[in-house]
């Protein structure tokens, strides 16, 4: 995508940030008492009045997010953007999925397409350990440099047993029941990514870019077991 296009899409920014909470106190309720099950069964989609990982990762997220954001590694249909902040955002890739187009699919991911500061908030969503590891700072720098000053990142990531299990379990019900649930098989995991990152790894990277007062949030309906990452470009 060229810059001029992004910087177009940039300044139709000035809109609510996030939608209203998508999930009343009892659903939420409900959710925390149902993880077990919808760990091994609800990966993207909602189902049986129960929210599923994906959506309710987004949703924890989205309560974070000050202003046009930027999605990196946006994956299929560039959910987030699209559903959570209505569309007041923009979603990048390096791996053309369904649903994406031209404009999410990034080919050079060391250099994001965008000019300095067009970002309010700038997103990596179960995404970072994905990113391979001699990338992860550069990419924390680009999105340093596409925050505004005052803008904020954030980073999800899954307690590290919690992450191998739902990888595997997620593997194995694609094989078992024919779902095509599984976008990193999909695309071909790189010998430099992992199934998570430590928090250490995380703060360090982040302090290292240059963002501050990073704090931990845990996502309680998940019993803990997934977190996000703030921190600002001050
Ligand atoms: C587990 S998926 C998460 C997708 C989406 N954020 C979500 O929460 O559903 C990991 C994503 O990271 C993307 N990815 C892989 N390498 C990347 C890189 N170098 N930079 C940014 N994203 C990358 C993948 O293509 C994939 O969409």
């Known amino acids: 995508m060229r810059e001029a296009e992004a910087s177009a899409i940039a300044h139709r920014r000035e809109r609510r940030h996030s939608r209203a909470p998508a999930r009343t106190a009892a659903q939420r309720m409900k959710d925390c008492l149902t993880f077990p099950l919808r760990a091994l069964t609800l990966f993207h989609d909602d189902r049986w009045g129960l929210s599923s990982l994906a959506s309710e990762r987004f949703d924890y997220v989205s309560r974070e997010v000050t202003g046009y954001c930027l999605d990196v590694g946006c994956g299929r249909h560039n959910r987030f953007i699209r559903e959570y902040l209505d569309a007041n955002g923009h ?66 990531m899954g307690n590290p047993v919690a992450e191998i299990l739902v990888h595997k379990v997620v593997a194995l019900h694609d094989r078992l029941f024919g779902t095509e649930h599984d976008i990193d098989s999909e695309r071909g995991m790189d010998e430099e990514e992992q199934y998570y990152l430590t928090d250490s790894e995380i703060i360090e990277r982040l302090k290292r870019r240059g963002f501050a007062d990073i704090e931990k949030k845990y996502f309680w309906t998940q019993w803990g077991l997934n977190h996000l990452f703030v921190g600002w470009r001050k």
């Open 91 to 156: 979603g990048i890739d390096v791996y053309a999925y369904e649903g994406l187009s031209d404009e999410n699919v990034v080919e050079d991911i060391s250099q994001f397409p965008f000019k300095d500061g067009t970002f309010r908030s700038v997103t990596f969503i179960a995404n970072l350990n994905h990113v391979p590891r001699s990338l992860r700072d550069i990419e924390l720098a680009e999105a340093w440099r596409c925050l505004t000053p005052g803008g904020n990142i954030i980073v999800t």
